[in-house]
């Protein structure tokens, strides 16, 4: 995570062993552990809108709603940055969604 007095080391999870992955995070220390999906799903393991809490999302191929977060106890106010995916990320294409698929999820947004 690029925040404004260091880069932050934090966790990006997908969809699969979530909640282990949140137990492990929290022993080892990372204060962040971040996602991209489903935002009504992952609310009951304590993920949020990540935008809420002042974090950018990586990309604005990711809907605001989809770019979750939950703060771990090593978390500092001061961490509060954009997020930065690894360049193998960016290489193989895995960050956010690409139109059309994007378009219909924000139109869903809207009329919500």
Known sequence: ??????????????????????????????PLVFREGDWSYYSRLGFGRADALGFRAPSLRIPPPAFQVTVLRQHE???????VYPDVFWR?????????????????????
Do not use: N, S, T
Request: aromatic share 6%; net charge negative; glycine share 4%.
């Open 77 to 83: 106010q001061w961490m509060i940055a954009a997020f």
């Open 1 to 30: 995570m690029d925040a404004p007095l260091r880069l932050v080391d934090a966790l990006a999870v997908c969809p699969l062993a979530v909640a282990h992955a949140l137990r492990e995070a929290e022993v080892a220390g990372y």
């Open 92 to 112: 193989l294409d895995c960050v956010g969604l690409r139109d059309p698929e994007l378009e219909e999820v924000m139109a869903r947004i809207e009329a919500a």
